[in-house]
């Protein structure tokens, strides 16, 4: 390929050389078949370049390409969550496979023992699945001597969190209407306030056991601790009509540490500050209000209403 041709072959194909250039290209274009095969080349893209009319798609491409795009990969805020639950049930699959059998018949103020703790999540996490038209896993029968037998149940539990994380990874309306674990039985509430309990719970689970068997507390990363804090504070005005709080106004819940922000309260004037993470343990009812550590700005007994209620959202 002669070079000074070559240089030329990207501006004749443009129709940007001068006639004396151009008539020294097609000149020996006739006579090199590597610079003609080129030059044949550059001219068919140049002729895609100068396509003047863009042509509309047909009616509905878009929304087709859309739907073919979500069935092969869900929006990102479900993936978020399934994710979060996920990272949660990993967790609390270690701690229990480190368990010996004397650590399941560990008492449990709430559930008798961990293998019925273990039992309560299980049910939890399967009226989520129930809902969903998941496939639910079935509880070991409880033995003659005494309780559920614990490795049994870590097995069913574990099958079960792992239908949920498996069939949501196809996509889910996180609108949908589902059921919401509580202390007082099951309420109701969208698919995304529901993953964000599940993850809740199996990380206040895990930190039970972990406390029981003398291991180190865990923490969830602080976007989770967020999330956690903004669905109790949703929930809290249900919980302070069930105990008959009510004061117009407004009011500041202010946390601190990496899951720190602040979250309007339904009523008022007080702030509230605390620790995100002792927060949280608050609404799941492992921190006391009388025992926490917080300060509070305003009415202090309105405050202690509005802590009191927010300790009775979590699942026990």
Not at 162 to 177: F, K, M, P, Q, Y
Request: charged share 20%; proline share 8%.
């Amino acid at each position: 390929m002669d070079a000074h041709v070559a240089d030329l072959l990207g501006a004749w194909a443009l129709d940007a050389c001068d006639g004396v250039e151009a008539a020294a290209i097609e000149a020996h274009l006739t006579q090199c078949a590597p610079c003609s095969a080129e030059a044949w080349k550059l001219r068919a893209a140049s002729a895609w370049l100068g396509i003047e009319h863009v042509m509309e798609p047909p009616p509905g491409l878009r929304g087709q390409i859309l739907e073919r795009a979500r069935s092969r990969r869900p929006p990102v805020l479900l993936r978020t969550l399934v994710e979060a639950y996920a990272s949660q049930v990993a967790l609390l699959d270690r701690a229990l496979r480190g368990l010996n059998p004397a650590d399941w018949r560990t008492p449990d103020p709430r559930h008798h023992d961990l293998a019925g703790l273990m039992v309560h999540l299980t049910r939890n996490d399967a009226m989520l699945a129930t809902d969903l038209t998941l496939p639910v896993t079935k509880l070991p029968e409880p033995i003659r001597s005494g309780g559920t037998p614990g490795p049994a149940v870590h097995e069913v539990w574990r099958a079960q969190a792992d239908s949920l994380v498996t069939g949501l990874a196809s996509g889910e309306d996180l609108d949908r209407d589902v059921s919401l674990a509580g202390r007082d039985g099951p309420g109701r509430g969208p698919l995304r306030d529901a993953l964000v309990q599940r993850a809740f719970e199996t990380w206040i689970h895990l930190d039970d056991i972990s406390a029981h068997v003398g291991r180190r507390l865990s923490q969830p990363p602080p976007e989770q601790v967020r999330r956690i804090i903004s669905l109790a504070v949703g929930l809290l005005p249900g919980a302070l009509a069930a105990h008959g709080v009510d004061q117009p106004g407004a009011g500041r819940l202010v946390l601190s540490g990496p899951a720190g922000g602040e979250w309007e309260l339904p009523l008022g004037p007080l702030t509230v500050r605390a620790d995100a993470v002792t927060f949280a343990r608050l609404v799941a009812n492992r921190r006391s209000p009388d025992t926490a550590a917080y300060a509070i700005e305003g009415d202090r007994q309105l405050a202690g209403s509005v802590l009191r209620a927010a300790a009775t959202l979590g699942c026990d």
